[in-house]
C-alpha cells in the first residue's frame, strides 16, 4: 500500500460529500450552526475518510488522467496471476476485478476530523482468512488498514477495508 501521502481536508469538500450521500445535517458545512454544537465547528461525515483515495498517488481507479500523477519513482507491487491489485496499490482495487468484491468497512474515529487539517495516510494489511464459498469455491478474505494522522501525528481515523476474491467464478444456478 501506499505510506505516507497527503489527504488535504477542505470545508467544500466535506460540504459536496456530505451532499452527495443526500446529508442534510448541518455540522458538515454551517460554521455558525456547528460553532454552537458541542463538536464547536464543522466536522466531516463518518465516511468521509474514503475521499481521500482520490490523494493517493498509486490509487487504481483514477481514471485516464491520474490527478494528481503518480510519482515518476512508484513502483508497482508485484501480482501473481489471477490477482488483482488494491486501489491503495496492493491487491483487490484495479486490474481484473471478475472475482473480487468489497466486503466490509469500518471507521473508528479517535478525534473529530475538521477543515483545514492536512492529514497522512499509511496503510498496511490487517488478517487473512478464507472460507468454503458455495458458488464460487474458496473465498479469500483480506483486511487493508488504514491511519489517518494529524499534524502532530496524533490519529484521526483508523478505516478498516475487507477484500473478497473468490478462487473461480460464480457458478449461476
Known amino acids: 500500500m501506499s505510506d505516507g501521502y497527503k489527504f488535504p481536508v477542505d470545508r467544500t469538500s466535506i460540504m459536496l460529500f456530505a451532499s452527495a450521500l443526500g446529508e442534510s445535517n448541518r455540522i458538515y458545512y454551517d460554521e455558525e450552526y456547528s460553532a454552537k454544537t458541542p463538536l464547536g465547528g464543522v466536522i466531516a461525515s463518518p465516511s468521509f475518510p474514503i475521499a481521500c483515495a482520490h490523494w493517493s498517488p498509486t490509487y487504481g481507479l483514477k481514471g485516464v488522467r491520474k490527478i494528481p500523477a503518480p510519482p515518476e519513482s512508484a513502483e508497482k507491487p508485484a501480482v501473481a496471476k489471477g490477482e488483482a491489485r488494491q486501489a491503495g496499490g496492493g491487491r483487490g482495487g484495479a486490474g481484473n476485478l471478475s472475482r473480487v468484491l468489497h466486503g ?30 458455495k458458488r464460487g469455491g474458496t473465498m479469500q478474505f ?17 478505516a478498516t477495508s475487507v477484500g473478497i476474491q473468490t478462487s473461480k467464478a460464480v457458478e449461476n444456478d
Open 104 to 133: 466490509e468497512q469500518r471507521f473508528t474515529w479517535h478525534k473529530p476530523m475538521r477543515p483545514g487539517m492536512v492529514l497522512t495516510v499509511s496503510g498496511r494489511r490487517g488478517k487473512a482468512w478464507e472460507k468454503e464459498g
Open 142 to 158: 483480506s483486511e487493508s488498514i488504514t491511519e489517518y494522522r494529524d499534524e502532530d501525528g496524533e490519529l484521526v481515523v483508523t
